[in-house]
């Protein structure tokens, strides 16, 4: 299966070709549409995706598709919590008992839950995730299928506004106008031919050629070690810029100056997500425990945090600090850092390899579950 989003905003201004445009008085708002297939043609119903909480008074999937969901968040976004949902409510109901099955997702945050991954596993779905930043050449729906919805989706918008002048496009009659074109999306021709064209099914390694990964050059990124030598003596840093044997041989060396990118110096790291730090198959052990130590090291953070302003402030008060200064043979819990004598009535968990006690209450309750507390062996994330 091969999951994906498109995105529509409602109530703003929108001009292309001969699109009318389209104003509103509830301002931008934001919904998603999430979308499934698979390699077989077949489309799951959408999955709507709504900013705001959920409304009492009118229906949000009235026209919508038959078995068709959803969902309200802050931002009408993916979130984890709208991912389950679907997962939980929508995906599984909709395929069927035939196991095993494979999900392919993108690299979104938004998809990184860790009861979800274990839910998988348990239910013989294997969750793969694809190279980020690279959906527009791995993704069958992004290759041949999101093309065309959008232009179904914006060819009916404009005879629909020209039936209906003075109305707008809203929360309200967004599932319908999707319910009216989605018989159009659904091409089981289409969804196949993108399965191929990605290389997905049937397997095909030779799918993905060396053009279609070539980078877009819009800057060359500047070197500290690379000068050139002006007329005067004087050194002046030089744009690292990639020439081809056969560009030397065809270009003359003042329409490389003319046409030379600009030079920006990087310096600023990239973010380090949890996402990219995963192995692509998502629900093997070693992503599983991956995810384990991240809600480990979260709480441990959380934890310092509070002992520190704690800390300061029972020391802008005067008084002695009861907290831990140092590490000693005692005892203690490795997250927030207090000592067995001080938390005996706390419920504790220990592990059977390195004998380190934890505080129930300071683990992740994705991680303390009944069937943890049953077992007679337990061992920590790191001993795994």
């Not at 390699?39 to 078995?67: I, R």
């Not at 690299?107 to 995730?129: K, T, V």
């Not at 819009?218 to 070690?225: I, L, Q, R, V």
């Not at 505080?359 to 992740?364: Q, R, V």
Request: aromatic share 8%; hydrophobic share 35%.
């Amino acid at each position: 299966m091969c999951g994906k989003a498109p995105r529509y905003a409602l109530g703003s201004q929108h001009t292309k070709g001969a699109l009318p445009q389209m104003t509103s008085s509830e301002g931008r708002k934001q919904v998603t549409v999430g979308v499934c297939a698979n390699a077989d043609g077949k489309l799951l119903p959408p999955y709507f995706l709504f900013k705001g909480p959920k409304p009492s008074s009118w229906d949000p999937l009235a026209g919508a598709p038959l078995k068709s969901a959803a969902f309200f968040t802050e931002s009408g976004w993916m979130t984890q919590a709208a991912f389950q949902y679907w997962f939980q409510h929508h995906f599984l109901p909709n395929i069927g008992n035939e196991r095993p099955v494979v999900l392919l997702i993108d690299s979104h945050e938004g998809h990184i839950a860790y009861d979800l991954f274990q839910q998988a596993e348990q239910s013989n779905i294997h969750l793969y995730r694809f190279l980020p930043n690279a959906t527009h050449i791995l993704q069958p729906l992004d290759v041949g299928v999101f093309g065309h919805m959008k232009r179904s989706y914006w060819e009916y918008l404009r005879k629909w506004v020209a039936h209906n002048p003075g109305d707008t496009i809203t929360q309200r009659n967004v599932s319908r106008i999707i319910g009216n074109i989605w018989e159009d999306v659904e091409r089981p021709c289409l969804i196949r031919k993108s399965f191929a064209s990605s290389g997905i099914f049937p397997v095909n390694r030779a799918a993905i050629t060396d053009d279609k990964t070539m980078p877009s050059l819009t800057f060359s990124e500047e070197k500290s070690d690379t000068t050139s030598t002006a007329h005067d003596g004087s050194s002046t840093p030089r744009a690292h810029t990639p020439v081809t044997p056969e560009a030397q041989r065809s270009v003359s060396v003042h329409l490389k100056r003319a046409t030379a990118l600009p030079s920006v110096r990087v310096e600023k790291k990239a973010r380090r997500r949890l996402c990219n730090e995963l192995p692509y198959c998502c629900t093997s052990p070693s992503a599983i425990n991956t995810i384990k130590d991240s809600l480990l090291s979260k709480c441990r953070s959380k934890a310092r945090k509070e002992l520190l302003a704690k800390k300061r402030y029972l020391q802008r008060k005067g008084t002695e600090c009861p907290l831990p200064k140092n590490e000693s043979q005692e005892c203690r819990c490795p997250i927030c850092g207090k000592k067995y004598e001080d938390s005996v009535k706390v419920g504790w968990v220990g592990c059977d390899s390195c004998n380190q006690w934890y505080h129930i209450s300071c683990m992740p309750a994705d991680i303390v579950t009944a069937k943890m507390l049953r077992k007679k062996e337990w061992f920590c994330s790191s001993c795994k």
